[in-house]
T-cell receptor, first 110, second 117 residues
Framework: EDKVVQSPLSLVVHEGDTVTLNCSYE??????LLWYKQEKKAPTFLFML????IEKKSGRLSSILDKKELSSILNITATQTGDSAIYLC??????????FGAGTQVVVTP | GAVVSQHPSRVICKSGTSVKIECRSL??????MFWYRQFPKQSLMLMAT?????????EQGVEKDKFLINHASLTLSTLTVTSAHPEDSSFYIC?????????????FGSGTRLTVV
């Protein structure tokens, strides 16, 4: 059975800290891994990763995929209170079906 | 960028009635749309995948007769919760992609908070 596991489930950090979120997966016919940020409503897209070992960056956020380890990490450096959210990892198969992990709740305190 | 509009954003209905939620892709043709539900403090659970012009594919445990999905055009998919009960209260989100497969991006609607009283 396909599954996507995120860790930790939640964490609290101080502003300025760096956080690393983990996502591991077991998916038949893996195609890509996506990271989303969810605040109050629908998730907003962060990254789509298809190739192993190539880091994607967007400002203070970066992510990388390791297909050998079937995992990905999402890094947030110099965290700000606005980074407080649930971060969702999702994996797609060759049919485009998106399966989500349980999410990691990040709380950044001033 | 791609925009998906979901309507209504919030609905309260009486038990036993039906509620229709619309999901529209505004600036692209969505070959495939997905419907999710999310319970408080939980992740998004895929309910069904709908492809334009064909029947939706439902995930295991999702009642197709209760959650009717129609994807009659390339820009519109609807989810109808029939004979709603309080346990159907949840956050429903759609997402759309211009093509099948993982080569295309996925855009989410803003979600619909359904409360059945």
């Amino acid at each position: 059975e396909d599954k996507v596991v995120q860790s930790p489930l939640s964490l609290v950090v101080h502003e300025g800290d760096t956080v690393t979120l983990n996502c591991s997966y077991e998916v038949t016919n893996f195609r890509s891994l996506l990271w989303y940020k969810q605040e109050k409503k629908a998730p907003t897209f962060l990254f789509m990763l298809t190739s192993s070992g190539i880091e994607k960056k967007s400002g203070r956020l970066s992510s990388i995929l390791d297909k050998k380890e079937l995992s990905s990490i999402l890094n947030i450096t110099a965290t700000q209170t606005g980074d407080s959210a649930i971060y969702l990892c999702a994996v797609t198969d060759s049919w485009g079906k998106l399966q989500f992990g349980a999410g990691t709740q990040v709380v950044v305190t001033p | 960028g791609a925009v998906v509009s979901q309507h209504p954003s919030r609905v309260i209905c009486k038990s036993g009635t039906s509620v229709k939620i619309e999901c529209r892709s505004l600036d692209f043709q969505a070959t495939t749309m997905f419907w999710y539900r999310q319970f408080p403090k939980q992740s998004l659970m895929l309910m069904a995948t709908s492809n334009e012009g064909s029947k939706a594919t439902y995930e295991q445990g999702v009642e197709k007769d209760k959650f009717l999905i129609n994807h009659a055009s390339l820009t519109l998919s609807t989810l109808t919760v029939t004979s709603a009960h309080p346990e159907d209260s949840s956050f429903y989100i759609c997402s759309a992609t211009p093509g099948q497969g993982a080569s295309y991006g996925y855009t989410f609607g803003s979600g619909t908070r359904l409360t059945v009283v």
